[in-house]
């Protein structure tokens, strides 16, 4: 059964920090992973999505890496603003593309002006 | 080009009613998903349409059914409503033979059972 976890929970940096948050899964199998962004009370932004057969992926300041035989990715997130404050959610698809997403439970990150 | 759509906004019911949510895709996509997010934790999978037939499902009670229509507009009915049924109840749009089969997802309907 895959499990997905993010650690830490929260993160409180000062702005123009740059910070990577993690992102861990037990099953290698998968056919990819997305970042979203959550902000309080609301829906989920696609931020990133990697292929199973990609390393990375960038979209601005951001940059999200995969590493299958380890289980991990992390989301880097260069000179960060309090613009950036929100929960940051990783989901894996499992290696059927069924499209059902399997998430973490996310990382709440505030950034201080 | 609309993204995906949800209604309603809030919707505050009571122990044993029943409730309807609803969903429009995003354009040209094909297949809607449902998931329930409670307090603090990431959302959770409940079942997937697609060709207006149910693809595939989580670990939810039979309570919870669904319906998609020929438009791919899809509703989320939840029967015997319980304290635990409140939750942010969020959909996804993909296309099904998508090549990366990105999710897309709506703003959610905040669910309250008193």
Redesign the interface.
Known sequence: KQE?TQIPAALSVPEGENLVLNCSFTDSAI??L?W?RQDP??????LL?I?SSQREQTSGRLNASLDKSSGRSTLYIAASQPGDSATY?C?V?GSS??????????TTLQVKP | DAGVTQSPTHLIKTRGQQVTLRCSPKSGHDTVSWYQQALGQGPQFIFQYYEEEERQRGNFPDRFSGHQFPNYSSELNVNALLLGDSALYLCASSFFQGRNNEQFFGPGTRLTVL
């Open positions: 997905v056919y990819n997305q979203f009370g609301k829906g989920l932004t696609s999505l292929q959610l989901a698809d593309n069924t499209g059902k997403l399997i998430f973490g439970q996310g």
